[in-house]
């Protein structure tokens, strides 16, 4: 691969390595090539990830951009954090880090780490709290040309300064509106479609698509898409080559993933409304660097809460006890995997318990549950609540005991921070408001 080559491992673990996190907003795990996917959407990605570990079940715990990236970055469930929790509970609902959680870069400054953020704004900017705990961060991007562009500024400048470097990078370059550069417009094909993905017509049909728009149409929003992780895909290889020209990569830790996936039409919708289908949860989730294991390919059950434990002891860091999560650098310990079961959940209404076959969901508003078995049906399209009650019964009472096991987080400040123009324009862009 022609960006980070991590070297051969010599046993010996290096002293607090740089450590690279890298968020692509919107990207579903099966759009990449190292996941499934016919089409040549992520050949630098796919490199990648035979040069380290592949996670093929890894999942959000929650899935829009300001809850998950709170999870991603703070190690903590939904269900204990509360950002973005509910708009009809008396809890705290806002889409914004409340003074209070700790968040990654606050626990690695004991280790003697000098932290950047780069992100295309929006929920990610600053004025929503996503600074926390960076020496610097810039939020003022306009895709992943521009986000890697600052990245490599900015960690030029970091690595001056002797420290190790947490460098976190975040690019809505792949959420819609799916309109990549005209070059990658065409590049998985042409299709009769006059649909024009802006946001504004996205929202209009996401929660009927099938009742507003033709097989053609929705075939064109899924090359659009592909083409933005093609784009994105390219932008980081150039980008992987000027941070090994810069020494980042001597001794190194990164990390690929997403804050969640996007739906086009498989259960009747589209981007990533109220639902807990394995199209949104299912992310992709690389790792690699100087310790890890080369082409390796781990099935064992991952989250998203397992993103700041694997960080911090690779970086030798303190891992608070209240992290539910687990380091994944670290090789499976035993068969079946350590962990039987992964939750999630969509605010306070939808809740879900994964195992390797089974998958329930429930709707604590309207009082149901949907069961499916995910080696006779993947794509989650026969309810089987009634057809299994026994794995519904053993299900349920798992799922209800995790939920009550996430206590709240106490003492925090859900004062609402002032948000800028130049940030509400850019959620108007990105269709979360009008």
């Known amino acids: 691969m022609a960006g980070c080559n991590p070297p051969p491992s010599s046993g010996a673990k290096p002293h607090r390595p740089n450590i690279l996190l890298i968020s692509l907003d919107a990207c579903r795990a099966d759009r990449l090539g190292c996941y499934g996917c016919r089409r040549d959407t992520s050949p630098f990605l796919d490199q990648l990830a035979r040069r380290g570990t592949r996670f093929t079940n890894a999942f959000v715990n929650t899935h829009g951009t300001p809850p998950s990236h709170v999870t991603m970055l703070s190690g903590l469930y939904q269900e204990t954090h509360r950002v973005s929790y509910s708009a009809t509970s008396p809890e705290p609902s806002e889409n914004f880090v409340p003074d209070g959680i700790v968040m990654l870069p606050e626990m690695l400054r004991s280790s003697g780490y000098y932290s950047i953020g780069v992100t295309d704004g929006g929920y990610m900017s600053a004025c929503q709290g996503f600074d926390q705990g960076f020496d610097m961060y810039f939020d003022g991007c306009t895709g992943v040309v521009s986000g890697t562009a600052k990245l490599l500024e900015l960690a030029e400048g970091a690595l001056r300064l002797g420290k190790p470097v947490f460098a976190f990078l975040h690019t809505y370059q792949i959420h819609s509106p799916y309109q990549p550069p005209e070059k990658y417009r065409t590049i998985f094909g042409t299709y009769e479609s006059d649909f024009v993905p802006s946001n504004e017509n996205l929202m209009a049909v996401m929660t009927d698509v099938h009742a507003h728009l033709s097989e053609a149409d929705i075939d064109f929003l899924s090359a659009m898409y592909?083409?933005?992780?093609?784009?994105?895909?390219?932008?980081?290889?150039?980008?992987?080559a000027r941070l090994k020209v810069?020494?980042?990569?001597?001794?190194?830790?990164?990390?690929?993933?997403?804050?969640?996936?996007?739906?086009?039409?498989?259960?009747?919708?589209?981007?990533?409304?109220?639902?807990?289908?394995?199209?949104?949860?299912?992310?992709?989730?690389?790792?690699?660097?100087?310790?890890?294991?080369?082409?390796?390919?781990?099935?064992?059950?991952?989250?998203?809460?397992?993103?700041?434990?694997?960080?911090?002891?690779t970086a030798g860091a303190a891992v608070p006890p209240a992290l539910p999560g687990t380091n994944l650098v670290d090789p499976p310990i035993s068969e079946p995997p350590a962990r039987p079961a992964v939750f999630s959940q969509y605010a306070d209404e939808l809740y879900s318990i994964r195992t390797q076959r089974w998958k329930l969901i429930e709707d604590r508003e309207r009082g149901t549950t949907k069961l499916y078995d995910l080696v006779s049906d993947p794509g989650e399209q026969h309810d089987l609540s009634e057809e299994r009650p026994d794995v519904r019964r053993n299900l349920l009472p798992r799922l209800r005991k995790w939920r009550r096991s996430c206590t709240p987080l106490q003492g925090l400040d859900w004062t609402r921070p002032a948000i800028t123009q130049r940030d509400i324009d850019r959620l108007k862009l990105l269709g979360y408001l009008r």
């Open 226 to 240: 592909d083409g933005g992780i093609r784009y994105t895909d390219d932008t980081l290889r150039s980008f992987f």
């Open 246 to 313: 810069m020494g980042f990569c001597e001794n190194w830790l990164v990390i690929v993933t997403s804050d969640h996936g996007e739906e086009f039409g498989e259960h009747g919708g589209l981007l990533h409304g109220v639902s807990l289908y394995d199209e949104i949860l299912h992310i992709p989730l690389i790792v690699a660097g100087t310790t890890v294991t080369a082409g390796t390919v781990d099935r064992r059950m991952a989250s998203m809460i397992d993103i700041a434990p694997t960080i911090l002891s």
